[in-house]
């Protein structure tokens, strides 16, 4: 009995002190170091100066993207894209574990009954019987519980951020293959009209060789021309094919041919906000992932503090017996019985202090980690607005370009139809000029698309 009530004063002192041992640090709660966040206010360009504008990730995707045959894509990548479904199952793991973790708080407790059935040199049987129960319940004075629990939570957080990483990765890569599907297309119907035109100018210059007013050194080069628009063609087409074919496998799908709009069906009306560089770290899955981690490196030099203070443990049992050691007796009583026990560890504190240096080194590195995915994640959103804005001053200079070799093509025609100042040979000039500006104007127009994307991306887009 004194050594019963011996352990009962140990327990009680222990508790009148936990809040000493708070001060250890096995309680404190994870805060975001101000090293970490530190010259984060210029993580822009002083070109791409912050702003307090809707930001361009606060966007709902389908603002975003508009086109209605693009949005039927996209869900169906968000549905049956492998890695999406992946990282969900894996979002349902870390919860499963985080509510193992909430259980451990919980007193276990075991129903055992037992019954017997003996006899000695063939005298009567005897029977016994023993229902009983036990339970045990560890006390967490010294944070060991919390703090798996907390890191159970960052590891949950670190899950969620992936998934949601993945989802906006999928988004991005179904726009752009999408996009890169209508440039094809474009360049595909350019072509074509290209490819069509050669033929009509070289029937246009055989006529005229007949009549002797071209000669074949020409017509051999409008030819050449001709076939070479052509072979064009034919690279086009056959790239449109394997990019079906790659977005087809992206999207989990058989190969076929996917319906879709044009490139000049496709506008953003939206402006290029960026918000302020602290919403990254709200938004950018990565950089909360990278905090998360950080978060339970944080939490796991707390457990490893903690591992050098005692365990506490209630227990006791009861149960309905008639076997009280040497009597057997009919109807049984019951049988109680309650201990406390505290395990100090004594010769594994040289084990505990490099477990505790290796958790402070693991600590050290997961906060330059996410210090490095704040500094990356600026600087793709510097690359993808920079993308964005000359993608679309580029656009504007190539239409321009476009419409004055239009004009071009037309005087140096019309000059070579009705004098001799001209040759076939700046009329051929003129045509290729003009199917290069062509191209090139469909190509920025993918650009602009292509960087409002990866903006969109960079800036964490697609949060729910």
């Not at 307090?52 to 693009?70: G, I, K, Q, V, Y």
């Not at 019987?129 to 519980?145: M, N, T």
């Not at 595909?188 to 290209?194: G, S, V």
Request: some cysteine; hydrophobic content about 40%; aromatic content about 6%.
């Amino acid at each position: 009995m004194k050594q019963r009530m011996k352990e009962i004063r140990i327990i009680l002192t222990i508790i009148v002190l936990v809040p000493l041992f708070a001060s250890c640090g096995v309680y404190t709660r994870y805060e975001r170091p101000a090293e970490a966040m530190a010259g984060m206010d210029s993580l822009y360009r002083p070109e791409n100066r912050p702003d307090t504008a809707r930001s361009l990730a606060s966007l709902r995707w389908e603002e975003l993207f508009t086109d209605p045959h693009l949005q039927a894509l996209i869900r169906q990548g968000l549905e049956a894209n492998t890695d999406l479904r992946v990282a969900r199952l894996q979002v349902e793991e870390a919860l499963a574990t985080l509510r193992q973790s909430k259980l451990s708080y919980l007193p276990s407790v075991d129903f055992t009954p037992e019954g017997a059935l003996s006899s000695f040199d063939g005298s009567k049987a005897q029977k016994t019987y023993d229902v009983g129960a036990s339970a045990s319940w560890e006390i967490d004075l010294f944070g060991k519980l919390t703090n798996a629990k907390r890191r159970a939570r960052a590891a949950l957080l670190e899950s969620d951020a992936y998934r949601q990483a993945v989802q906006t990765q999928v988004i991005a890569t179904v726009a752009d293959s999408y996009y890169a599907l209508l440039m094809l297309d474009e360049q595909i119907r350019i072509t074509t009209e290209t490819v069509e035109s050669w033929w009509e100018y070289v029937r246009s210059l055989e006529a005229l060789h007949l009549a002797g007013q071209a000669d074949r050194a020409t017509i051999a080069q409008a030819r050449a021309s001709h076939l070479a628009a052509q072979s064009s063609l034919l690279s086009l087409q056959q790239q449109a094919v394997e990019q079906e074919n790659a977005l087809c496998a992206f999207l989990g799908q058989t190969p076929r041919r996917i319906v879709r709009g044009t490139m000049e069906g496709q506008a953003f009306s939206v402006g290029l906000s960026v918000g302020v560089p602290l919403d990254l770290v709200s938004r950018r899955p990565d950089v909360r992932q990278a905090e998360a981690r950080l978060m339970q490196a944080f939490y796991g030099t707390n457990s490893a503090r903690a591992a050098f203070y005692p365990s506490i443990t209630l227990g006791g049992s009861a149960g309905w017996t008639n076997s009280g050691g040497a009597a057997i007796a009919n109807p049984g009583s019951w049988l109680l019985s309650a201990i406390g026990s505290l395990v100090q560890p004594l010769f594994n504190r040289g084990q505990n202090l490099a477990n505790l240096k290796i958790a402070k080194a693991q600590q050290e590195e997961a906060l330059l980690q996410f210090r490095q995915s704040l500094l990356d994640a600026g600087n793709e959103v510097n690359d993808a607005l920079t993308q964005c804005q000359t993608a679309r001053e580029r656009l504007r200079l190539d239409e321009e370009q476009v419409e004055q070799l239009r004009l071009t093509v037309q005087d140096t025609q019309l000059l070579m139809d009705n004098s001799a100042g001209v040759n076939y040979l700046q009329v051929l000039t003129a045509r290729q000029s003009l199917l290069s500006a062509r191209l090139t104007a469909v190509q920025d127009k993918y650009d602009e698309a292509q960087g409002v994307v990866e903006l969109y991306h960079a800036l964490g887009g697609g949060l729910e």
